[in-house]
Protein backbone atom coordinates (compact mmCIF):
# COMPACT_ATOMS: atom_id res chain seq x y z
CA UNK A 1 0.00 0.00 0.00
CA UNK A 2 1.57 3.59 -1.32
CA UNK A 3 1.06 5.42 2.03
CA UNK A 4 2.74 2.84 4.21
CA UNK A 5 5.78 2.04 1.84
CA UNK A 6 5.96 5.81 1.99
CA UNK A 7 5.92 5.92 5.85
CA UNK A 8 8.32 3.30 5.96
CA UNK A 9 11.24 4.66 3.86
CA UNK A 10 10.25 8.12 5.15
CA UNK A 11 11.81 6.67 8.19
CA UNK A 12 14.60 5.09 6.89
CA UNK A 13 15.54 8.33 3.96
CA UNK A 14 15.28 10.47 7.09
CA UNK A 15 13.47 12.54 4.36
CA UNK A 16 10.47 12.67 2.88
CA UNK A 17 11.73 14.17 -0.62
CA UNK A 18 13.89 11.07 -0.88
CA UNK A 19 11.66 8.67 -0.11
CA UNK A 20 9.08 10.10 -2.39
CA UNK A 21 11.43 10.00 -4.86
CA UNK A 22 12.44 6.20 -4.15
CA UNK A 23 8.68 5.50 -3.88
CA UNK A 24 8.35 6.55 -7.20
CA UNK A 25 10.72 4.58 -8.99
CA UNK A 26 9.96 1.45 -6.66
CA UNK A 27 6.13 2.06 -8.07
CA UNK A 28 7.21 1.56 -11.97
CA UNK A 29 9.17 -1.39 -10.93
CA UNK A 30 7.63 -4.76 -11.74
CA UNK A 31 7.40 -6.33 -8.07
CA UNK A 32 6.55 -10.11 -7.74
CA UNK A 33 3.94 -11.39 -5.99
CA UNK A 34 4.80 -13.02 -2.22
CA UNK A 35 4.12 -16.42 -2.09
CA UNK A 36 0.54 -16.29 -0.69
CA UNK A 37 -0.14 -13.85 -4.31
CA UNK A 38 -0.46 -10.12 -2.42
CA UNK A 39 2.19 -7.98 -3.02
CA UNK A 40 5.53 -6.99 -0.51
CA UNK A 41 5.02 -3.75 0.70
CA UNK A 42 8.16 -3.09 -1.24
CA UNK A 43 11.21 -4.02 -3.02
CA UNK A 44 14.31 -3.66 -1.26
CA UNK A 45 15.89 -5.27 -4.65
CA UNK A 46 14.34 -1.98 -6.63
CA UNK A 47 15.86 0.59 -3.99
CA UNK A 48 19.48 -1.08 -4.22
CA UNK A 49 19.25 -1.45 -8.35
CA UNK A 50 18.37 2.24 -8.09
CA UNK A 51 21.43 3.32 -5.84
CA UNK A 52 23.58 0.83 -7.75
CA UNK A 53 23.00 2.07 -10.85
CA UNK A 54 22.84 6.02 -10.27
CA UNK A 55 25.28 6.03 -7.94
CA UNK A 56 28.10 2.82 -7.84
CA UNK A 57 27.64 2.32 -12.01
CA UNK A 58 28.77 5.63 -12.80
CA UNK A 59 31.98 5.77 -11.07
CA UNK A 60 35.60 4.67 -11.84
CA UNK A 61 36.66 1.45 -10.33
CA UNK A 62 38.72 2.99 -8.13
CA UNK A 63 36.34 4.89 -6.20
CA UNK A 64 33.94 2.58 -6.35
CA UNK A 65 36.32 0.25 -4.32
CA UNK A 66 36.90 3.14 -1.75
CA UNK A 67 33.01 3.61 -1.63
CA UNK A 68 32.72 0.02 -0.81
CA UNK A 69 35.31 -0.06 1.87
CA UNK A 70 33.63 3.03 3.27
CA UNK A 71 30.72 1.44 3.66
CA UNK A 72 30.58 0.23 7.04
CA UNK A 73 32.48 3.24 8.92
CA UNK A 74 30.15 5.49 10.84
CA UNK A 75 31.76 8.33 9.15
CA UNK A 76 34.47 8.98 7.09
CA UNK A 77 37.88 11.25 7.18
CA UNK A 78 40.58 11.41 4.89
CA UNK A 79 42.88 9.87 7.89
CA UNK A 80 40.64 7.25 8.85
CA UNK A 81 40.21 6.27 5.01
CA UNK A 82 43.76 6.28 4.62
CA UNK A 83 44.16 3.68 6.85
CA UNK A 84 41.22 1.31 5.65
CA UNK A 85 42.54 1.73 1.94
CA UNK A 86 46.51 1.74 2.44
CA UNK A 87 46.29 4.97 0.17
CA UNK A 88 47.96 8.59 1.58
CA UNK A 89 45.20 10.94 3.08
CA UNK A 90 46.01 13.61 0.09
CA UNK A 91 44.04 10.53 -2.04
CA UNK A 92 41.73 9.78 0.23
CA UNK A 93 41.01 13.63 0.68
CA UNK A 94 40.28 14.33 -3.38
CA UNK A 95 38.15 11.16 -3.36
CA UNK A 96 36.11 12.07 -0.79
CA UNK A 97 36.39 15.59 -2.52
CA UNK A 98 35.07 13.63 -5.45
CA UNK A 99 31.69 12.24 -3.99
CA UNK A 100 30.77 15.23 -2.42
CA UNK A 101 31.17 16.91 -5.89
CA UNK A 102 29.13 14.27 -8.02
CA UNK A 103 26.36 14.50 -5.11
CA UNK A 104 27.03 10.64 -4.25
CA UNK A 105 24.87 11.23 -1.49
CA UNK A 106 27.63 12.11 1.24
CA UNK A 107 27.42 15.35 3.43
CA UNK A 108 30.22 16.81 5.52
CA UNK A 109 30.63 18.17 8.92
CA UNK A 110 32.78 19.43 11.08
CA UNK A 111 33.85 16.99 14.17
CA UNK A 112 34.17 18.86 17.69
CA UNK A 113 37.87 18.44 17.15
CA UNK A 114 37.87 20.79 13.68
CA UNK A 115 38.26 17.63 11.68
CA UNK A 116 36.49 17.77 8.33
CA UNK A 117 34.21 14.26 8.38
CA UNK A 118 32.25 13.04 6.01
CA UNK A 119 28.84 10.40 5.91
CA UNK A 120 26.33 8.60 3.90
CA UNK A 121 22.79 8.97 3.42
CA UNK A 122 21.22 6.16 5.80
CA UNK A 123 19.33 4.73 3.07
CA UNK A 124 22.25 4.66 0.59
CA UNK A 125 24.57 3.08 3.18
CA UNK A 126 22.14 0.28 4.47
CA UNK A 127 22.40 -0.71 0.43
CA UNK A 128 25.98 -0.30 0.56
CA UNK A 129 26.57 -2.07 3.55
CA UNK A 130 24.18 -5.19 1.24
CA UNK A 131 26.61 -5.29 -1.64
CA UNK A 132 29.90 -4.41 0.21
CA UNK A 133 29.41 -7.92 3.12
CA UNK A 134 33.16 -9.52 2.18
CA UNK A 135 35.23 -6.59 3.14
CA UNK A 136 36.80 -8.12 6.02
CA UNK A 137 39.80 -6.41 5.37
CA UNK A 138 38.83 -2.81 5.58
CA UNK A 139 36.62 -3.52 8.77
CA UNK A 140 39.63 -5.14 10.57
CA UNK A 141 41.72 -1.86 9.15
CA UNK A 142 38.74 0.55 10.53
CA UNK A 143 39.06 -1.50 13.80
CA UNK A 144 42.59 -0.79 14.54
CA UNK A 145 42.19 2.80 13.44
CA UNK A 146 39.70 3.63 15.82
CA UNK A 147 41.46 1.48 18.83
CA UNK A 148 44.07 3.65 17.66
CA UNK A 149 41.41 7.09 18.47
CA UNK A 150 40.32 5.08 22.18
CA UNK A 151 37.24 4.59 20.00
CA UNK A 152 36.58 0.95 21.45
CA UNK A 153 32.76 1.07 20.63
CA UNK A 154 33.28 1.68 17.12
CA UNK A 155 36.04 -1.17 17.02
CA UNK A 156 33.73 -3.43 18.52
CA UNK A 157 31.26 -2.71 15.95
CA UNK A 158 33.46 -3.03 13.23
CA UNK A 159 34.49 -6.59 14.29
CA UNK A 160 31.53 -9.31 13.46
CA UNK A 161 32.24 -13.06 13.38
CA UNK A 162 34.42 -13.11 10.65
CA UNK A 163 36.98 -11.03 13.11
CA UNK A 164 38.42 -12.24 15.73
CA UNK A 165 38.93 -10.11 18.86
CA UNK A 166 41.82 -11.69 19.97
CA UNK A 167 43.54 -10.11 17.12
CA UNK A 168 43.32 -6.87 19.34
CA UNK A 169 43.54 -7.97 22.77
CA UNK A 170 46.42 -6.00 23.54
CA UNK A 171 45.02 -2.74 22.59
CA UNK A 172 41.00 -3.73 24.12
CA UNK A 173 43.40 -4.66 27.29
CA UNK A 174 45.31 -1.32 27.23
CA UNK A 175 41.94 1.05 26.52
CA UNK A 176 40.41 -0.57 29.51
CA UNK A 177 43.15 -0.11 31.55
CA UNK A 178 42.96 3.43 31.15
CA UNK A 179 39.39 3.40 31.95
CA UNK A 180 39.80 1.08 35.52
CA UNK A 181 42.92 4.05 35.73
CA UNK A 182 39.44 6.88 35.45
CA UNK A 183 37.48 4.90 37.20
CA UNK A 184 35.18 4.66 34.59
CA UNK A 185 34.32 1.69 35.51
CA UNK A 186 30.75 1.41 33.52
CA UNK A 187 32.88 1.93 30.42
CA UNK A 188 34.91 -0.97 31.16
CA UNK A 189 32.37 -3.18 32.00
CA UNK A 190 31.08 -2.50 28.84
CA UNK A 191 34.05 -3.45 26.55
CA UNK A 192 34.46 -6.45 28.88
CA UNK A 193 30.93 -7.72 28.22
CA UNK A 194 31.54 -7.19 24.76
CA UNK A 195 34.42 -9.30 24.03
CA UNK A 196 34.06 -13.36 23.93
CA UNK A 197 34.25 -14.99 27.81
CA UNK A 198 36.99 -17.35 26.44
CA UNK A 199 39.42 -14.36 25.79
CA UNK A 200 38.96 -12.94 29.18
CA UNK A 201 39.83 -16.25 30.33
CA UNK A 202 42.68 -16.69 28.45
CA UNK A 203 44.22 -13.26 28.02
CA UNK A 204 46.15 -12.69 31.24
CA UNK A 205 46.01 -8.91 30.93
CA UNK A 206 42.37 -8.89 29.71
CA UNK A 207 41.88 -11.63 32.78
CA UNK A 208 43.02 -9.20 35.43
CA UNK A 209 41.24 -5.97 33.79
CA UNK A 210 38.25 -8.11 34.42
CA UNK A 211 38.76 -9.03 37.53
CA UNK A 212 39.71 -5.09 38.72
CA UNK A 213 36.14 -4.43 36.96
CA UNK A 214 34.25 -6.95 38.94
CA UNK A 215 35.88 -5.68 42.52
CA UNK A 216 34.69 -2.09 41.81
CA UNK A 217 30.94 -2.92 40.37
Known amino acids: HPPDMLR ?32 PQYSDNAIRHFIESSILDSMPQHLREFTL ?17 GTSPAICADALAHLINVNCCVAEFTA ?12 VQEVLQQIATDRVAERRRAAAWFLTQNDVDTALRLLSSDIDP ?17 FDITTAQRWLSALPATLLETHAALAVNAAWAAYFL
Open 166 to 182: AEFAEEFSHAIRNALIR
Open 69 to 85: AAAPLPWMSADLMAAVT
Open 112 to 123: PSGELRFRFHPL
Open 8 to 39: DLEQRCTGWIAAIKLLTYDLRQPIPAASNGNL
